[in-house]
């Protein structure tokens, strides 16, 4: 992949903004170490660093249209990009090498803003028209590849991959939002178009955004809502739905198998990534090169299942097992690399998993998104046997429960035990609240004993949902279940999942595939009846029937795991005095965002083993660690409210 930056600003001395941006796109040297180029007219500055995938001689972005009045920089796989430079050529446009993002220039010239409608991919990307002073950005359907920027009061417009680039501008200040740090607690995330600072926005995910002298417009050009009530797939017979969805899966597979490169699949030996390995190794033959993480703790330790399917496959597995010495170098990465906090625990394997694999190959293919079209996760269950548990005398069930939060606590993998006390936690909440509360760290009553009393006052009138509700309740949606699918789809893949990825493995230089995320995939994903997808309580049933002739009986049956460290234990282990130091009450006074009281119960109730705190703990672990690299060591972090809520204009047109 790569990485992309600009500046649209008609006042600061061209030289001032020349010298800037090129501070701006160094910083982006990760994500592209293959080359670097620059674009400077009107009053438009385009950077950009290149991960060479497709012919990988041809010379780094911007390209240009045959009249070098249309420029553009992208961050981008484009899969259909053969078919539209063929179209393109045939009315008469010259493009002079085989990169699919040279056609998005001239796709400008013919269908304005529309050409992101035409492109079949992942990708971030910025269109400067000199002569019509316009801007272009915008993101994929699916959110796979980052893009941040900050408009100035005098209309200036900052923009790139990445937030650290961003904080090169010499305009941009380092301010925490109050409101889009209270969302990071609860999600371990944030949710577009939020990001850590007040004032820096990210485009959410299906976006563009035009910028003219009269100001910027933001438009939803794709909604998955659109697709989740389909009359036609309700009337077909299961077994027809199955054979569709495994040959487009299987087209997926072969769209983003196009590389000049060496290629190969992450795998975790569960049906989502040896799928994308089964239909990959149809296509190719054996030999595929698969990448497979594994634990010293025999409990965390899953590679087994991953050369068991490897062998099945004929596939050239590639272990890495870990210890906690791994894990701490891994989190010492994690924490000077990801450039905004997040929240997931599973970023230290997955990051060390893609240094392992840059040894190797250049691309992978990852199964990132069936969980969130197929219904895989437990919290499905949850809801479930939450909504059955209600015909239970309301005295008995609260006992239930009681009983439930009281159980041992085990310091183990994410098992029966752990899930049964999350469940417990927030099972008589309603739908929308237990499902984030079961998926995040702070909901808003641990809240109040854990931010600091100024800034829990900021918030005394803000809704912690907010962001939720808002995807929870969107149009077209025909159930409960589709309602969590699309909120999951939208928040916890797109800004959880996806960014994990693109950060963990562009801060090893190496590109991340997800078929599972084809936008024509995922339309007919979200249309298939939902009775298909969680029947009874059997998790993306429809997928299994879709590939049970192509994988081993084991992986069918493997119950959901991800990517997970024995992040407890490790706390009990020397970690834990670590974050003793860390959170120790002088520092948390020093740094202002939250009780030292509060924070220090949290720790002493883990290390005590009276409750697992894992998630919270992680959660505070990430941000503090970005606060240190950002603001400097246990540094005072200024904070305040800037309520940041998605800004979608009407259509706009270019």
Same mark, same amino acid.
């Given at each position: 992949?790569?990485?992309?930056?600009?500046?649209?600003?008609?006042?600061?001395?061209?030289?001032?903004?020349?010298?800037?941006?090129?501070?701006?796109?160094?910083?982006?040297?990760?994500?592209?170490?293959?080359?670097?180029? =620059?674009?400077?007219?009107?009053?438009?500055?385009?950077?950009?660093?290149?991960?060479?995938?497709?012919?990988?001689?041809?010379?780094?972005?911007?390209?240009?249209? %045959?009249?070098?009045?249309?420029?553009?920089?992208?961050?981008?796989? /484009?899969?259909?990009?053969?078919?539209?430079?063929?179209?393109?050529?045939?009315?008469?446009?010259?493009?002079?090498?085989?990169?699919?993002? %040279?056609?998005?220039?001239?796709?400008?010239?013919?269908?304005?803003?529309?050409?992101?409608?035409?492109?079949?991919?992942?990708?971030?990307?910025?269109?400067?028209?000199?002569?019509?002073? /316009?801007?272009?950005?915008?993101?994929?359907?699916?959110?796979?590849?980052?893009?941040?920027?900050?408009?100035?009061?005098?209309? &200036?417009?900052?923009?790139?991959?990445?937030?650290?680039?961003?904080?090169?501008?010499?305009?941009?200040?380092?301010?925490?939002?109050?409101?889009?740090?209270?969302? =990071?607690?609860?999600?371990?995330?944030?949710?577009?178009?939020?990001?850590?600072?007040?004032?820096?926005?990210?485009?959410?995910?299906?976006?563009?955004? #035009?910028?003219?002298?009269?100001? /910027?417009?933001?438009?939803? =050009?794709?909604?998955?809502?659109?697709?989740?009530?389909?009359?036609?797939?309700?009337?077909?017979?299961?077994?027809?739905?199955?054979? %569709?969805?495994?040959?487009? /899966?299987?087209?997926?597979?072969?769209?983003?198998?196009?590389?000049?490169?060496?290629?190969?699949?992450?795998?975790?030996?569960?049906?989502?990534?040896?799928?994308?390995?089964?239909?990959?190794?149809?296509?190719?033959?054996?030999?595929?090169?698969?990448?497979?993480?594994? $634990?010293?703790?025999?409990?965390?330790?899953?590679?087994?299942?991953?050369?068991?399917?490897?062998?099945?496959?004929?596939?050239?597995?590639?272990?890495?097992?870990?210890?906690?010495?791994?894990?701490?170098?891994?989190?010492?990465?994690?924490?000077?690399?990801?450039?905004?906090?997040?929240?997931?625990?599973?970023?230290?394997?997955?990051?060390?998993?893609?240094?392992?694999?840059?040894?190797?190959?250049?691309?992978?293919?990852?199964?990132?998104?069936?969980?969130?079209?197929?219904?895989?996760?437990?919290? =499905?269950?949850?809801?479930?046997?939450?909504?059955?548990?209600?015909?239970?005398?309301?005295?008995?069930?609260?006992?239930?429960?009681?009983?439930?939060?009281?159980?041992?606590?085990?310091?183990?993998?994410?098992?029966?035990?752990?899930?049964?006390?999350?469940?417990?936690?927030?099972?008589?909440?309603?739908?929308?609240?237990?499902?984030?509360?079961?998926?995040?760290?702070?909901?808003?009553?641990?809240?109040?004993?854990?931010?600091?009393?100024?800034?829990?006052?900021?918030?005394?009138?803000?809704?912690?949902?907010?962001?939720?509700?808002?995807?929870?309740?969107?149009?077209?949606?025909?159930?409960? *279940?589709?309602?969590?699918?699309?909120?999951?789809?939208?928040?916890?893949?797109?800004?959880?999942?996806?960014?994990?990825?693109?950060?963990?493995?562009?801060?090893?230089?190496?590109?991340?595939?997800?078929?599972?995320?084809?936008?024509?995939?995922?339309?007919?994903?979200?249309?298939?009846?939902? $009775?298909?997808?969680?029947?009874?309580?059997?998790?993306?049933?429809?997928?299994?029937?879709?590939?049970?002739?192509?994988?081993?009986?084991?992986?069918?049956?493997?119950?959901?795991?991800?990517?997970?460290?024995?992040?407890?234990?490790?706390?009990?282990?020397?970690?834990?005095?670590?974050?003793?130091?860390?959170?120790?009450?002088?520092?948390?006074?020093?740094?202002?965002?939250?009780?030292? &009281?509060?924070?220090?119960?949290?720790?002493?109730? $883990?290390?005590?083993?009276?409750?697992?705190?894992?998630?919270?703990?992680?959660?505070? *672990?990430?941000?503090?660690?970005?606060?240190?690299? &950002?603001?400097?060591?246990?540094?005072? #972090?200024?904070?305040?409210?800037?309520?940041?809520?998605?800004?979608?204009?009407?259509? #706009?047109?270019?």
């Amino acid at each position: 992949m790569c990485g992309l930056t600009g500046i649209l600003d008609s006042v600061a001395p061209p030289a001032e903004r020349e010298r800037t941006l090129r501070r701006m796109t160094a910083t982006l040297v990760h994500r592209g170490p293959d080359g670097e180029g =620059y674009h400077t007219s009107g009053g438009c500055a385009l950077g950009f660093r290149r991960l060479a995938i497709l012919d990988v001689d041809a010379p780094p972005q911007p390209f240009a249209n %045959e009249r070098k009045t249309v420029w553009s920089v992208a961050n981008a796989e /484009i899969y259909n990009g053969d078919d539209l430079r063929g179209e393109l050529v045939a009315r008469g446009h010259t493009l002079t090498t085989r990169v699919d993002t %040279e056609v998005i220039p001239h796709l400008w010239e013919e269908h304005g803003v529309d050409l992101v409608r035409r492109l079949d991919g992942m990708f971030a990307l910025a269109v400067w028209d000199e002569r019509q002073e /316009i801007l272009l950005l915008a993101r994929d359907r699916a959110g796979e590849k980052p893009l941040f920027y900050w408009q100035g009061s005098d209309g &200036t417009l900052v923009f790139a991959s990445e937030l650290r680039a961003l904080l090169e501008h010499p305009r941009i200040e380092k301010v925490i939002d109050a409101v889009s740090l209270r969302r =990071y607690l609860l999600h371990d995330f944030f949710p577009a178009p939020s990001t850590p600072f007040a004032g820096v926005r990210k485009l959410p995910a299906g976006h563009l955004l #035009v910028a003219r002298r009269t100001g /910027i417009a933001i438009e939803r =050009y794709w909604d998955l809502a659109a697709s989740f009530a389909n009359a036609e797939l309700s009337r077909r017979r299961p077994q027809a739905i199955a054979e %569709e969805l495994d040959a487009r /899966i299987s087209l997926a597979v072969r769209r983003r198998r196009v590389s000049d490169v060496a290629l190969g699949v992450f795998l975790s030996g569960g049906i989502d990534s040896s799928t994308v390995l089964a239909h990959l190794a149809e296509q190719v033959g054996s030999g595929v090169p698969v990448f497979a993480l594994g $634990h010293a703790d025999p409990e965390f330790d899953e590679s087994r299942f991953a050369r068991e399917t490897s062998r099945f496959f004929g596939a050239e597995c590639h272990a890495l097992v870990l210890d906690e010495a791994d894990l701490a170098e891994g989190l010492r990465r994690v924490g000077e690399g990801f450039d905004e906090p997040l929240g997931d625990a599973s970023t230290i394997p997955t990051h060390l998993l893609a240094l392992h694999a840059r040894r190797h190959v250049k691309v992978v293919l990852s199964g990132e998104g069936a969980d969130e079209i197929f219904a895989g996760y437990p919290t =499905y269950l949850g809801h479930r046997i939450a909504d059955w548990s209600r015909r239970i005398p309301a005295g008995l069930r609260r006992a239930l429960l009681a009983a439930a939060r009281r159980s041992p606590v085990r310091m183990g993998n994410v098992g029966p035990a752990y899930l049964l006390r999350r469940f417990a936690t927030a099972a008589e909440r309603d739908t929308l609240e237990r499902h984030h509360l079961w998926f995040g760290s702070f909901g808003p009553d641990a809240e109040v004993a854990l931010l600091a009393p100024e800034i829990a006052e900021m918030l005394r009138d803000d809704d912690s949902f907010a962001a939720a509700r808002s995807r929870f309740t969107a149009d077209g949606l025909p159930d409960e *279940l589709a309602r969590l699918l699309y909120t999951d789809f939208t928040m916890y893949l797109q800004d959880d999942l996806l960014t994990k990825v693109d950060r963990a493995t562009m801060l090893a230089s190496l590109e991340a595939r997800a078929p599972f995320l084809d936008h024509q995939l995922v339309e007919f994903a979200a249309g298939i009846p939902s $009775h298909l997808k969680l029947s009874g309580l059997r998790t993306k049933a429809i997928l299994r029937r879709a590939v049970r002739r192509r994988l081993p009986a084991a992986v069918l049956s493997r119950r959901k795991r991800g990517f997970n460290i024995p992040f407890s234990r490790w706390l009990l282990r020397g970690l834990g005095e670590e974050l003793r130091a860390r959170f120790a009450p002088e520092r948390m006074e020093a740094r202002g965002l939250f009780s030292p &009281t509060g924070v220090g119960r949290l720790l002493a109730d $883990h290390l005590e083993a009276r409750a697992d705190n894992r998630k919270q703990l992680f959660n505070l *672990l990430a941000l503090d660690l970005w606060c240190d690299r &950002t603001f400097g060591q246990g540094a005072a #972090v200024p904070v305040v409210r800037a309520d940041c809520d998605p800004a979608i204009s009407e259509r #706009v047109s270019a």
